[in-house]
């Protein structure tokens, strides 16, 4: 099995950066892709960012040009750096890494999410 852990969370003010981390583990060759939702309170959680193992990569329109998703595959880490935080940034932030196949898992992987505040 995969397990996620992220880390790197915390209190910011507006105009700051922040790096999270998503460290991987177990069968680790079973994750095709990784990526980075969020969920504020009293909101659906979003897709924030999420790359494959082929190096592509998506974006949420919000975070375009002040978020950078990456994935070292040797570390079995994947980032969020995040640069020019705004206060609707706010959010508690999950890991997701998606499985190559049924044989895997028949459930995506969730870590148990990091806290980011920002403040104005």
């Known amino acids: 099995q995969v397990q996620l852990v992220e880390s790197g969370g915390g209190l910011v003010q507006a105009g700051g950066s922040l790096r999270l981390s998503c460290a991987a583990s177990g069968d680790t060759l079973c994750i095709s892709a990784m990526a980075w939702y969020r969920q504020a309170p009293g909101k659906e959680r979003e897709l924030v960012a999420a790359?494959?193992?082929?190096?592509?990569?998506y974006y949420l329109d919000s975070v375009k040009g002040r978020f950078t998703i990456s994935w070292n595959n040797a570390a079995n880490t994947a980032y969020l750096q995040m640069n020019s935080l705004e206060p609707e940034d706010t959010a508690l932030y999950y890991c997701?890494?998606?499985?190559?196949?049924?044989?895997?898992?028949?459930?995506?992987?969730w870590g148990q999410g990091t806290q980011v505040t920002v403040s104005s």
């Open positions: 997701n890494g998606s499985p190559v196949d049924r044989a895997c898992s028949r459930e995506e992987y």
């Open positions: 790359i494959t193992d082929g190096g592509g990569t």
